[in-house]
C-alpha cells in the first residue's frame, strides 16, 4: 500500500521494493559537534575510524559528513557521546540492487 501511494507522488518516476533482494543501501549524515581542546583529537579520531570527513571547522565545532549503513551512523553518534552532538542531519536511505539488475524505465513517446 505504501509503494501504490508514493508512486502517485508527482516527483516519484518509480519505486521498487529493494528489501526483498540482494541490493546496497547508504544514508548520508552532517553532523554539528562540539570539539574544543582535548576533545578536537578524540572527535577527529573517531571520525577517522568511521571513515568520515570533517567538512567544516571552527575552534569549538566539527561538522562531520559520513556515509553508511543507517546501523553504522547510529555507532557514530553513539561512540561520541550524546554530550558533544549539537546538531544532527540525515538523508534517509537509499539503495540500488547488487550486481547487474537494473530498474529500466518505459518512458512513453510524446505526440508530435
Keep these: 500500500q505504501i509503494t501504490k501511494h ?5 516527483d516519484v ?3 521498487v521494493d529493494l528489501t526483498e533482494g540482494a541490493h546496497i543501501e547508504r544514508e548520508l549524515m552532517l553532523i554539528k ?3 574544543a581542546g582535548a576533545q578536537r583529537a ?3 579520531r573517531t ?3 568511521f571513515r568520515g570527513q570533517v ?3 571552527t575552534s569549538n565545532v566539527f561538522t562531520i559528513q559520513l556515509a553508511g549503513t543507517s546501523d553504522k551512523l547510529d555507532a557514530f553518534i553513539a ?4 554530550t558533544v552532538v549539537l546538531e544532527v542531519a ?3 536511505v537509499s539503495g540500488i540492487s547488487r550486481g547487474e539488475k537494473v530498474l529500466s524505465l518505459q518512458l512513453s513517446k510524446s505526440l508530435n
Design 90 to 92: 540525515r538523508t534517509g
Design 47 to 49: 571520525t577517522d575510524i
Design 79 to 82: 561512540a561520541l557521546g550524546e
Design 55 to 57: 567538512v567544516d571547522l
Design 13 to 15: 518516476v518509480k519505486l
Design 33 to 35: 559537534v562540539k570539539a
Design 6 to 10: 508514493l508512486n502517485k507522488i508527482v
Design 42 to 44: 578524540e572527535v577527529k
